[in-house]
């Protein structure tokens, strides 16, 4: 991942799902004067994504907030739409705001875009979590192998940051 701790965050449009279309937005919009949690994955529905990420932020999302953090997000190269019917599967209510970056904007911006031809998924984002405090990284983790959520897992960071 080229984006290091103590960067900003690099503008670059992202897809949310508002009133049940799509709308385009500016990741700036959702980072601005906040200190948020971005955590990006390979793809919704995949089995390590659907097993391990999302879910840790689910369940530990009350013990983030009291840590400070105003909001959570997921992002993935899907589509807005492909966003929110996961989080709508996974119960993720007000809790994590489900991005989708299907022109891999955000993810080529960061330097987190991975091939994954071999395995029929094409170009997607590296699995990594990081805290960024009104733009600016604060502490960021990245696996090695997007089978694995270890360092960039709920549990993991929470007890870094």
């Avoid at 009104?134 to 897992?153: A, F, P, Y």
Wanted: glycine share 8%.
């Amino acid at each position: 991942m080229k984006l290091k701790e103590n960067e900003n965050i690099p503008d670059s449009k992202v897809f949310i799902l508002e009133n049940g279309k799509a709308a385009k937005k500016d990741i700036v919009d959702f980072l601005k004067d906040k200190k948020v949690i971005i955590f990006g994955l390979p793809g919704a529905y995949t089995s390590v994504c659907s097993a391990k990420h999302l879910p840790g932020y689910i369940n530990l999302y009350e013990k983030f907030k009291n840590k400070g953090i105003d909001s959570i997000i997921c992002i993935s190269v899907n589509d807005p739409f492909v966003m929110n019917a996961w989080g709508k599967e996974n119960n993720v209510g007000e809790k994590i705001e489900m991005i989708g970056d299907p022109y891999l904007n955000f993810t080529k911006a960061i330097g987190a875009e991975v091939d994954k031809g071999e395995k029929g998924l094409g170009i997607r984002s590296n699995r990594y979590t990081m805290l960024v405090d009104n733009l600016k990284v604060i502490k960021l983790q990245e696996e090695k192998d997007t089978g694995t959520c270890e360092m960039s897992s709920a549990e993991n960071f929470f007890e870094l940051i």
